[in-house]
């Protein structure tokens, strides 16, 4: 079956489309799971052996670490306390946790809430994605940066943490999908890129310089400079602007509830739901400001 073939049975039957994206949606957000736990494992075992190796410069030799590839694809899935390796049925996404009720099948320790969340999520944001855009080799394309946006979300909710692992690919990626002119022509992508990192560069010295002190971090004028390159320059006024309602309203909401706040609140996932917006209804808010 050819690609155009099998669009073509996706448009005649939109219940198809539909349940493919979230089905398929849905076993990516087990494997964003593991790249969500290995990912920054394996990037403090690296910065580890780096500053063993600045402290300790006499002792030449040491112990080589696995690629950053390998380490999140090796081992095998197995459970973080006992160390068992999961059986195939374990790693059904949200049934394998339900059927297990959120325990080890082995030692019994209870399993985070957020691997079915994760996947839920992911199938929720992919089914939405391909409602919203429809059948279209752009909407391929859109959900792989929705897939993304949720992986460093997640990590930089839990780490305070936009790995470069992640953020520079999704920048050059979104460059080469739009050099076929996919989602937007390169020009605006080109330009989305440098004003996504200058723009929060601009902001993050300027308010270094009046108060002395960081007000973000260096991963998320890599995260806006990826979401110009997808989605273009035209976006970003936009994407910073819900992002900062977003977090402004997430901080009030917390102040109200009384809930301990941190003064780090990360901002990646603010961004990444400033960019999922524009992306699924950036024209229409725009023709709604235009008023």
């Not at 977090?247 to 990444?272: E, H, K, N, W, Y």
Request: proline share 6%; aromatic share 10%.
């Amino acid at each position: 079956m050819t690609t155009s073939t099998l669009f073509d049975l996706f448009t005649q039957h939109n219940a198809v489309w539909l349940i493919t994206a979230s089905v398929f949606s849905l076993l990516v957000g087990s494997f964003l799971n593991v790249l969500i736990l290995r990912l920054p494992k394996a990037m403090q075992a690296e910065w580890e052996q780096e500053c063993q190796a600045l402290l300790q410069p006499s002792k030449q030799e040491h112990e080589p670490l696995a690629p950053t590839l390998a380490a999140i694809a090796w081992p095998a899935s197995h459970c973080p306390s006992c160390l068992t390796p999961l059986k195939a049925w374990h790693n059904i996404p949200v049934i394998s946790y339900v059927l297990l009720r959120g325990k080890c099948a082995f030692c019994g320790i209870k399993i985070s809430s957020q691997y079915p969340l994760v996947e839920l999520l992911t199938a929720v944001l992919g089914l939405l994605v391909a409602w919203v855009l429809g059948p279209h080799v752009s909407t391929l394309m859109a959900l792989i940066l929705v897939y993304m946006l949720v992986a460093l979300a997640v990590i930089d909710l839990d780490h305070k943490l936009l790995p470069d692992q992640l953020t520079l690919p999704l920048m050059w990626l979104g460059l080469i999908v739009n050099a076929l002119g996919i989602i937007t022509s390169l020009e605006d992508a080109f330009w989305g890129a440098v004003a996504g990192y200058l723009c929060l560069w601009l902001i993050y010295w300027g308010f270094r310089l009046a108060t002395g002190r960081h007000g973000m971090g260096y991963g998320d004028f890599k995260l806006l400079a990826a979401l110009g390159a997808w989605l273009g320059w035209q976006a970003l006024p936009l994407i910073v602007l819900v992002s900062a309602v977003a977090g402004i309203v997430v901080a009030l909401v917390l102040r109200l509830r009384s809930t301990p706040t941190d003064p780090q609140m990360p901002f990646g996932p603010f961004l990444s739901a400033g960019g999922l917006v524009y992306l699924l209804w950036g024209e229409p808010l725009w023709r709604l400001f235009q008023l």
